[in-house]
């Protein structure tokens, strides 16, 4: 019996170890979290902190509480704001055409001074024999002058320098300026015709194959163009080359320009058309006309450039039709000039890259080939780096100081 009793006490003493062991691990289990608790639309609206709206990100939906008149009373509604609008970019005012390419003129210099120099080198010898006349013809057909100009421009120099006898270095540059002048030439209007009298607006069609620096021309035209007090609508025509209308859109943004543009590989003509019929609606003084530059051949885009022309001047004639030639390609950019010639009627020349190794003969002879005056020079990648080309200064910067 006794037996019995210690072993029924050994097993209510286990057991109860065991239920202890059992409800201390339930304890230590953490707990899961408590629901959230649903909130009471009847409770009015915290209070801001000063900070809150510094924290809150811009393109975040802001809320507010509005009451609104239900049944049982009045009660507050949360209310989403749309985000705030984007801010436009800030519009630049460009520096003043007037003098520019003087003021760009060490620029230009850097690059041309080797012909200048090598021309009053040569004249400077004491003997001008026959080999140092080859040399100066060598020198002036290198900087891609031509030769028919080359001939011209050693011709007048022999028999002036004959005249002159003693030659001081002031005289021989004074000599070769007027030379070079008369090559250049003085006497042309190199005025980009913007301003029809009868009409508004002026139309501008830019014309190029792609590398030339065509898109990026007729952006910094636009900055030309609003410097002297003039409101322009952009036409991004060059709609085979991806990015190029956005490209024209940023450089218009930032003068206050409209563009117009269509979608990607769309029409180029009918790209051109809307943007002259906008110009016209918004009472703009000049419409720029990006094309495309995408070929140089005479099939497929010679044809497209005709019809977009064609298609402008149901609006209105063109007033100018601007051809963009790289100056570092030389008498390669002439075999374009030909073939862009023949489809449009050039009526005058942008040459870029006229900072890099351009050769300055260019100048001449591109002039000399279409018979039609070098307007605008590219010199350099800033934005107003584009500057009405002026005679005396690309002269003095080619013969230095």
Known sequence: ??????????????????????????????????????????????????????????DEPRRTIEEVDLPGGPAPVVVEEPPAAVEAPEIEIPEPTAGRLVRLRA??????????????????????????WEEIEDTLLTADVGVQPTQELVDNLRERVKVLGTRTPDELRGLLREELLKLVGTDV????????????????MVVGVNGTGKTTTTGKLARVLVADGRTVVLGAADTFRAAAADQLQTWGERV????????????????????????????????????AGRLHTKTGLMDELGKVKRVVEKH??????????????GQNGLVQARVFAEVVDITGIVLTKLDGTAKGGIVVAVQRELNVPVKLVGLGEGADDLAPFEPEAFVDALIGD
């Open 1 to 58: 019996m006794e037996t019995i009793i210690l072993a029924v006490i050994i097993a209510v003493v286990v057991l109860g170890a065991l239920g202890g062991l059992i409800v201390g691990s339930r304890r230590r289990k953490p707990l899961p979290p408590p629901p959230p608790k649903t909130p009471d639309i009847t409770a009015p609206p915290a209070e801001p902190h000063v900070g809150d709206e510094a924290e809150t990100p811009r």
């Open 107 to 132: 620029r230009l210099s850097r690059s041309q001074n080797a012909l200048g120099k090598g021309l009053l080198t040569l004249l400077s010898r004491e003997h001008l024999d026959e080999d140092t």
């Open 189 to 204: 209007d190199r005025t980009v015709r913007t301003e029809p009298e009868d009409r508004k607006p002026g139309i501008v």
């Open 256 to 291: 206050g320009a409209y563009t117009v543009r269509g979608p990607e590989a769309g029409d180029p003509a009918s790209v051109a058309f809307d943007a002259v019929k906008e110009g016209k609606e918004m009472g703009v003084d000049v419409v720029l006309i990006d094309t």
């Open 316 to 329: 209105a004639p063109l007033d100018e039709v601007l051809l963009v030639l790289d100056a570092t390609t």
